[in-house]
């Protein structure tokens, strides 16, 4: 299913009508500040294990990324120090990734890893979904095979790629192709992993 949600003004009943498709633990692509992206109720394993299969993703090996509202419930799925806290106030939302040691509310899953990634994205869509849901949401970005970059910032594409692996596509416009700039943060020797879209300021 392809819904179509504005940015400038998410229309309620259509983010509640994405919100209960991941309540029922549905996976979702949605725009996000940087590339367009793939994700589920961050608190749902079953889910969770179903995006990894699509992806290819090992769970105990890779990195799992969440998307939160905003700043003030992040610690209680991470360990933020303050000084990391003071840089992620600065630059959120944005389009950054930053890398904390877990904390005991994520499911064992994420435990494999010690870390998790952590975003809060300058996109009104993706964050009304999370706000709407009230988990935060586990989101992977959308690339493609061959680098045609049509399939990947297309809404209308990307459903076509995707309608049988997932349970709705939201059309929020033409996704970016520059990913989310990764800091890891689990030391204070904060240390940008992949230059992205973001410049990180201290």
Do not use: W
């Amino acid at each position: 299913m392809l819904i179509r949600i504005y940015p400038e003004n998410p229309n309620p009943r259509e983010v509640n009508k994405v919100v209960d498709i991941l309540r029922d633990g549905g996976l979702v692509i949605y725009p996000t500040d940087t590339v367009y992206a793939m994700g589920c109720d961050a608190l749902n394993v079953r889910a969770i294990e179903k995006i990894c299969q699509i992806k290819g993703i090992d769970p105990h090996k890779g990195d799992l990324s969440i998307i939160c509202y905003d700043l003030s419930n992040i610690s209680e799925y991470a360990k933020v120090s303050n000084a990391a806290f003071k840089v992620m106030r600065k630059n959120l939302p944005g389009p950054f990734t930053f890398i904390l040691p877990t904390s005991s509310e994520l499911p064992k899953i994420y435990k494999n890893r010690k870390e998790v990634g952590i975003r809060v994205p300058d996109n009104t869509i993706i964050r009304q979904l999370v706000y709407e849901l009230g988990n935060p949401i586990l989101t992977t970005s959308i690339h493609d095979d061959d680098d045609v970059i049509e399939y990947t910032t297309d809404p209308e594409l990307i459903h076509e790629k995707y309608e049988h692996q997932v349970d709705i596509v939201i059309h929020g416009g033409f996704g970016g192709i520059d990913p989310s700039t990764v800091v890891n943060c689990t030391t204070n020797d904060f240390e940008v992993v992949r230059q992205g879209k973001g410049e990180l300021i201290f």
